[in-house]
């Protein structure tokens, strides 16, 4: 019975408290005390699925086979992955604004990394920004490569396929840019290739190394150090800075702040918002 079920997880403590430890291992996300409810209402028909019976039982499997489609799903459900077009504006007019009219000048092209990038969004919103310059600017504009990265397979494959509901693109998205960005796809709307084109998608998870990523000019990871660590915080915003170019930029949710976790950027202001460039 799924209400038996539901309360023989919420009253096991033990069971509750290794699977937070076991989530902050995989994936650095911290739920802390008094999540039973959350973790029950996200995991509880894919337990059912999979009959098993409790999160201890489900650390056991989790424990003996990583990779495996349950841990995969689990990763899946406890990831949290709220996302809009054009998240904040500022980064994007940031990028309108300084990046691409300095990459210009410098004649040089840019390999922009969004780090948890979940359904999407935030890399084609920088990409349709690109496109958008050089209809404008008629510019003359090098290569922008956009590197798209989640943990979570289940929304990247989500990012993959570009295809966006009406309800997702009232988030941010105006109906001048749909018009010229996407096609009607059945009820949804697909990302014209355009703009999907710039676009590298990955499955990444940034507590592993980052070394086979390669460097980059600009780094958005935002509105993911929140469920994570300070110790966590502090170490991925260090491999951040060496994953940066000389002057890099990091842009970070508009909630966040790098204040007492690394001192290797100065801060940009900006007309609203901030931004930090790597020393
Ligand atoms: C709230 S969304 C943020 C999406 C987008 N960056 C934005 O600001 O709109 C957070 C994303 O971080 C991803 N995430 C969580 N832990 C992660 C990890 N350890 N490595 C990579 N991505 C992770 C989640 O799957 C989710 O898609």
């Not at 935002?222 to 110790?231: K, P």
Request: a negative charge; hydrophobic letters at 40%.
């Amino acid at each position: 019975m799924p209400g038996d079920f539901f309360t023989k997880k919420l009253t096991d403590q033990q069971g509750y408290d290794d699977f937070c430890q076991l989530l902050v291992t995989i994936c650095g996300i911290v739920l802390g005390g008094n999540k039973q409810y959350l973790v029950s209402s996200r995991l509880d028909n894919l337990m059912d699925e999979h009959g098993i019976e409790s999160l201890a039982e489900l650390v056991s499997h989790l424990k003996n086979r990583p990779g495996s489609p349950i841990y995969t799903a689990v990763v899946d459900a406890m990831t949290t992955n709220e996302t809009s077009w054009f998240r904040d504006s500022y980064p994007y007019e940031f990028l309108t604004e300084a990046l691409l009219p300095q990459a210009i000048t410098e004649n040089k092209s840019l390999r922009i990394w969004s780090a948890a990038s979940s359904s999407g969004q935030e890399a084609y919103s920088i990409s349709i920004m690109v496109e958008e310059f050089l209809r404008h600017k008629q510019s003359t504009l090098k290569p922008v490569n956009i590197v798209a990265t989640d943990i979570s397979q289940a929304i990247l494959n989500n990012a993959k396929e570009g295809v966006f509901h009406k309800m997702s693109l009232d988030r941010g998205m105006s109906l001048a840019r749909i018009n010229h960005h996407f096609e009607l796809d059945g009820e949804s709307w697909k990302i014209n290739d355009e703009i999907k084109k710039r676009i590298t998608f990955r499955e990444f998870n940034l507590l592993t190394s980052y070394a086979s990523l390669g460097t980059f000019d600009v780094i958005f990871c935002r509105n993911v150090l929140i469920y994570f660590s300070v110790e966590t915080k502090k170490n991925i915003l260090a491999r951040i800075a060496s994953t940066l170019n000389p002057k890099g930029y990091l842009i970070l949710g508009g909630a966040e702040s790098i204040a007492n976790y690394t001192e290797s950027f100065d801060v940009v202001r900006l007309k609203s918002g901030l931004v930090y460039q790597l020393k």
